[in-house]
């Protein structure tokens, strides 16, 4: 089994067999037409994390505190950088504390954008590559400049996305299955990264995963929830599997409990105190969230919406594009589909995910037939009382 993300207790169950990945467990379950079932952290969250008190500590404490175990921990340390908001933060975390990163890896298919012209007016989700023309690179060269110390690396994974075998690609990319998703992250094309992990250094490639989920619930309960479709955009390092090396999420952590718990009081607070946060506050069935498109494009504004509330100190005016509403053959990766439908590739790929697709029954696809169903893990952090503004 290649490397899975760790600092979690996480996988999927069909008929009492545990699978890693989900997209195992979604061939098994079709096969037999079973159900799936997803633990996330279980026993630690369920019986254990008092969700009910948030803590004194502040989140920049906590965020650093996150740093310097991880620092503590391995020999190397790689913080994959998109320049959005969460990545930003894990970043600014280590460097700002004086904490060390090894490697920073900017991931952006550079040499399959000589014919693209970028655009930062259109922030549609057809538009998502210009953020790397307008925001990631930016905050890299940034980086460069302050701290010469951080080796940077921009990963050029078109070459990879040309590579794609049949049916192997797609079956590598869990949730999300369409050309980018598994090639930013698969580094086998660094050697010097490959290197280290065969002298058995001790790595930790880490991913800016992910903003809090927190939504209002029936009798004004409110709950912060875990989704299975943030977990799964991690995706295996190296071809070979390394037992030194390890895909690490920074936010999402039954390790972080602290801060997963100061997270979402300060995001209910904001919820119940900023009209223009509460707007887009997620007032649905739990069960139902992110499963459509109409949901998926509120979510992507309350996740704009709470970017200065989860990270009051790095939070700063970005590019940025709507995310992506389909998760097979996502929208994100509009570029590949325009610039390059001449290719081999591009052929592949379509005919790849339109036979996996008619194979699939539909009781495991989301309600818009365009990904997965989702999976969710919620847990009360008070009743929507609790959060009013205080009245002096």
């Not at 004194?56 to 505190?65: G, N, Q």
């Not at 996305?161 to 998703?181: A, C, K, M, N, V």
């Not at 880490?206 to 479709?229: A, R």
């Not at 997270?263 to 509460?278: D, E, L």
């Amino acid at each position: 089994m290649l490397q899975h993300i760790v600092d979690n207790i996480t996988y999927y169950e069909v008929q009492g067999k545990r699978y890693a990945h989900k997209i195992d467990a979604v061939l098994a379950a079709n096969a037999s037409k079973s159900n799936i079932s997803w633990y996330f952290n279980d026993a630690q969250f369920t019986v254990k994390t008092n969700w009910l008190k948030e803590p004194d500590t502040s989140l920049a404490e906590l965020y650093a505190k996150r740093a310097r175990e991880l620092r503590e921990q391995f020999d190397y340390v790689v913080v994959f950088c998109s320049g959005g908001a969460d990545s930003t933060n894990v970043a600014l975390s280590f460097l700002e504390n004086g904490i060390h990163i090894d490697e920073i890896v900017a991931s952006a298919p550079i040499s399959g954008l000589n014919n693209f012209k970028a655009n930062n007016t259109d922030t549609s989700h057809k538009n998502t590559i210009s953020e790397t023309f307008y925001t990631q690179l930016p905050f890299i060269k940034q980086i460069a400049a302050k701290y010469p110390s951080v080796k940077i690396t921009i990963h050029d994974y078109f070459d990879d996305i040309l590579q794609f075998s049949t049916d192997d690609w797609l079956y590598r990319s869990e949730d999300w299955i369409h050309p980018s998703g598994i090639a930013r992250y698969r580094l086998e094309r660094e050697p010097h990264l490959v290197k280290l992990a065969d002298a058995g250094k001790k790595m930790a490639f880490i991913y800016g995963i992910d903003k809090p989920l927190v939504v209002i619930g029936k009798s004004q309960k409110v709950y912060t929830v875990f989704n299975d479709l943030a977990i799964n955009v991690a995706r295996p390092v190296f071809d070979r599997e390394y037992p030194n090396v390890a895909n690490i999420p920074f936010y999402w952590s039954m390790h972080n409990e602290d801060m997963l718990v100061k997270q979402a009081h300060c995001v209910a607070r904001a919820i119940f105190s900023n009209p223009s946060i509460r707007q887009f506050a997620n007032e649905i069935a739990i069960t139902e969230m992110m499963n459509d498109v109409q949901k998926r494009e509120r979510h992507s504004k309350y996740e704009r919406a709470i970017v200065p509330v989860i990270y009051p100190d790095t939070a700063q005016p970005i590019f940025q594009a709507e995310k992506p509403t389909k998760l097979f053959l996502g929208e994100h990766d509009q570029w590949f589909y325009d610039l390059h439908s001449s290719t081999r590739t591009f052929q592949m790929i379509a005919s790849d995910t339109r036979v996996f697709y008619n194979s699939i029954d539909a009781k495991y696809l989301n309600s818009s037939k365009n990904g997965f169903s989702t999976f969710v893990k919620s847990f009360c952090i008070g009743d929507a009382a609790d959060f009013l503004p205080k009245l002096i």
